[in-house]
């Protein structure tokens, strides 16, 4: 692991005694952590300075053409409706802030780190699905702010990295891909299956991941605990779980595929949301069609 960021021994303290080990074993296994761009190292490096000089910020994301772009294609969602249209990066810094417009490049450079697979169509389809969930949770965040007190960008940042274990895993265990049946349209990771087959599982890799790129302590507890909401009690992780949770249902709901963790969570969920049976399919038929007007435009 690169020397930036939180190191292994740092990191596997704050796990506990079960979990730090399944990282270790992930680790040996010549797992590599996707480094942080350049271009994130220096914002980073601006922002712990507190250096929130608009102008050179800006300039600062677009040495990299790519994120520069994905960073506007971001904005454009309906979330930051109110903010649009944007013609700059400069103008996103001062809508959006720059902490905000902080963690967004943080979510899409990981996007940009990640390593193919074997499988193109198992690596693809992940990040198809992990930017859908980023930008559903964003819209479930923004509709439930008053609520839960977690923004846009929070989410949008959980819902990239949740699931961003899978491809270390898919890396360090040839057989990840088929054994998970990953290439079949539609098929998702079923953690328990995980965890039986291959004695980890991708939220306490992706909770590695998230500690190296130095993301908050809540969204990192959030990727750990995305399959514990009912568990959680009161942490300080659990709005966000929930409102993973829920993204990850809608996005089921909009591919007509089943999401097995539904009924073990909406109990816990819809109140944590202060949603309730009546109100859920109204909010969802409105999330969903700000969700198709943001990818269809």
Same mark, same amino acid.
């Given at each position: 692991?690169?020397?930036?960021?939180?190191?292994?021994?740092?990191?596997?303290?704050?796990?506990?005694?079960?979990?730090?080990?399944?990282?270790?074993r992930?680790?040996?296994?010549? &797992?590599?952590?996707?480094?942080?761009?350049? $271009?994130?190292?220096?914002?980073?490096?601006?922002?712990?300075?507190?250096?929130?000089?608009?102008?050179?910020?800006?300039?600062?994301?677009?040495q990299?053409?790519?994120?520069?772009?994905?960073?506007?294609?971001? $904005?454009?969602?309906?979330?930051?409706?109110?903010?649009?249209?944007?013609?700059?990066? +400069?103008?996103?810094?001062?809508?959006?802030?720059?902490?905000?417009?902080?963690?967004?490049?943080?979510?899409? =450079?990981?996007?940009?780190?990640?390593?193919?697979?074997?499988?193109?169509?198992?690596? +693809?389809?992940?990040?198809?699905?992990?930017?859908?969930?980023?930008?559903?949770?964003?819209?479930?965040?923004?509709?439930?702010?008053?609520?839960?007190?977690?923004f846009?960008?929070?989410?949008?940042?959980?819902? &990239?990295?949740? =699931?961003c274990? $899978?491809?270390?895993?898919?890396?360090?265990?040839s057989?990840?891909?088929?054994?998970? %049946?990953?290439?079949?349209?539609?098929?998702?990771?079923?953690?328990?299956? +995980?965890? %039986?087959?291959?004695?980890?599982?991708?939220?306490?890799?992706?909770?590695?991941?998230?500690? !190296?790129?130095?993301?908050?302590?809540?969204?990192?507890?959030?990727?750990? !605990?995305?399959?514990?909401?009912?568990?959680?009690?009161?942490?300080?992780?659990?709005?966000?779980?929930?409102i993973? =949770?829920l993204?990850?249902?809608?996005?089921?709901?909009?591919?007509?595929?089943?999401?097995?963790?539904?009924d073990?969570?909406?109990?816990?969920?819809?109140?944590?949301?202060?949603?309730?049976?009546?109100?859920?399919?109204?909010? &969802?038929? $409105?999330?969903?069609e700000?969700?198709?007007?943001?990818?269809h435009?």
């Open positions: 692991m690169s020397s930036k960021g939180n190191s292994v021994p740092e990191i596997t303290r704050s796990l506990g005694a079960e979990d730090a080990a399944r990282v270790r992930v680790l040996e296994g010549g &797992i590599k952590i996707p480094p942080q761009p350049r $271009v994130l190292d220096e914002m980073r490096r601006m922002m712990n300075r507190q250096e929130y000089d608009v102008r050179r910020l800006a300039r600062t994301i677009q990299d053409p790519g994120l520069s772009a994905m960073l506007f294609k971001v $904005v454009g969602n309906a979330a930051y409706r109110q903010h649009q249209p944007f013609e700059t990066i +400069e103008q996103i810094l001062h809508a959006v802030g720059v902490k905000q417009t902080f963690n967004l490049v943080q979510a899409i =450079a990981l996007i940009d780190a990640g390593t193919p697979t074997a499988d193109k169509r198992i690596y +693809e389809a992940f990040w198809s699905r992990s930017q859908a969930v980023g930008q559903l949770a964003m819209l479930v965040a923004e509709e439930r702010v008053a609520v839960c007190n977690i846009a960008d929070q989410a949008y940042l959980a819902g &990239i990295f949740h =699931a274990g $899978v491809p270390l895993l898919l890396q360090r265990f057989s990840y891909g088929m054994e998970l %049946r990953l290439a079949t349209p539609g098929h998702w990771v079923d953690w328990r299956e +995980e965890d %039986r087959k291959f004695n980890t599982d991708h939220a306490v890799v992706g909770y590695l991941v998230a500690r !190296h790129w130095c993301l908050p302590g809540f969204i990192c507890d959030a990727i750990r !605990h995305q399959h514990a909401l009912a568990d959680l009690g009161d942490h300080e992780a659990r709005s966000m779980v929930a993973l =949770a993204a990850i249902d809608i996005h089921a709901r909009d591919q007509r595929i089943p999401n097995p963790e539904w073990e969570v909406r109990n816990v969920l819809l109140p944590e949301l202060g949603l309730d049976e009546e109100s859920l399919p109204e909010f &969802i038929d $409105v999330v969903l700000r969700f198709n007007h943001a990818t435009v």
